[in-house]
């Protein structure tokens, strides 16, 4: 009897993996510029904070629904595979179409261009400093991804690793550092567009949370799958 083939990726990814993947996205570029731009829709700090605290809400509300689902469906796919189950074929491949060609290209692009500004800082090279930038560094972790599974959790490890001592030198930072006198800006109410507009950003930043489930390579996602993220929150 012929061997069969399988076209599937080897199971190599542990509940730690999928966990880091879901910080390192969470916590990515995303999170050093969405700040302002919810702090511009919000009127003070207490609806700041709170407009934070809600998208936080949302976020594990969602990643719970998601870890159920992707142990009840440990499929290839993700949110393909939920849909083709629930709506039939037509609606999963038109969604599966609208993220690979839309949504996923789009997500990317933001955070590399986000990337590109703050190097485009570091070293300049106006006019097209930030989308030489972007380009770059979306060839680079394609190219990395394009190696394997492997080549990939490690350099989502030491990134995210670089990421988090940022974070906390920035943390630390508002403690010990003297702050300049803040500046005087315009008061304004808070409105349902401007609530809608802030938690738009919110939520892209927290977005980290829904890949993981397309993951194939997962070991025993029937039984941890919720594993990731528990771990992550």
Known sequence: MPETVSAAPPASLTPTDVAIMVVGIVLGIGIFKTPSLVANYSSDETVFMLLWLLGGLVTVVGSVCYAELGSARPNAGGEYAFLREAYGPRVALLFAWARCSVIQPGAI?????????????????????????????????????????????????????????????????????????????????????????????????????????????????????????????
């Open 109 to 233: 692009a933001a955070a590399a261009f986000v990337m590109g500004d703050y190097a485009n800082v570091v070293w300049p090279l106006r006019p097209y400093g930030p989308g030489l930038y972007a380009l770059v560094s979306i060839a680079i972790f394609t190219l990395i991804n394009y190696m394997g599974t492997t080549p990939g959790k490690l350099t989502q490890k030491v990134i995210e690793i670089i990421t988090v001592l940022c974070m906390l030198g920035i943390i630390i930072s508002a403690f010990v550092a003297t702050a300049p006198a803040p500046h005087t800006g315009t008061s304004h109410d808070t409105s349902l567009s401007s609530i809608g507009l802030a938690m738009m950003f919110i939520l892209l930043t927290y977005g980290g949370w829904k890949p993981p489930i397309f993951q194939a390579s997962f070991r025993t996602p029937d039984a941890t799958w919720p594993a990731p993220w528990s771990l992550a929150f």
